[in-house]
């Protein structure tokens, strides 16, 4: 007999961390193009910067729709 039990609470959907993961995905992307448009040598630290701020922005997109990051690993999970 198998006894499972997740350890998660519920999230609730949340339009304001949307909002702000979107935005944060928006401005991470703008910054890569503005750097092209303006003939700039694109250095590490902005793919770096950009990055960081993307992955931000999709942890912000997933708490907003309701998941966790926890329950996509599948951590908390009792066996």
């Known amino acids: 007999m198998d ?6 609470k519920k999230n ?3 339009t304001f961390r949307l909002i702000l993961g979107i935005s ?8 890569i193009f503005v750097r092209f448009e303006e003939n ?3 250095k ?3 793919w770096f910067y950009s990055g960081i701020f993307a992955l931000n922005g999709v ?3 997933i ?5 966790s990051i926890e329950r ?3 951590i908390g999970n009792l066996k």
Request: hydrophobic letters at 45%; one cysteine or more.
């Open 72 to 74: 996509l690993f599948g």
């Open 12 to 14: 609730n959907k949340s």
């Open 3 to 8: 006894n499972k039990k997740d350890l998660i």
């Open 63 to 67: 708490t907003g729709v309701g998941s």
């Open 59 to 61: 942890t912000h997109i």
């Open 44 to 46: 590490p630290f902005d």
């Open 24 to 31: 944060m995905c928006v401005i991470s992307i703008l910054w």
């Open 40 to 42: 700039e040598v694109i």
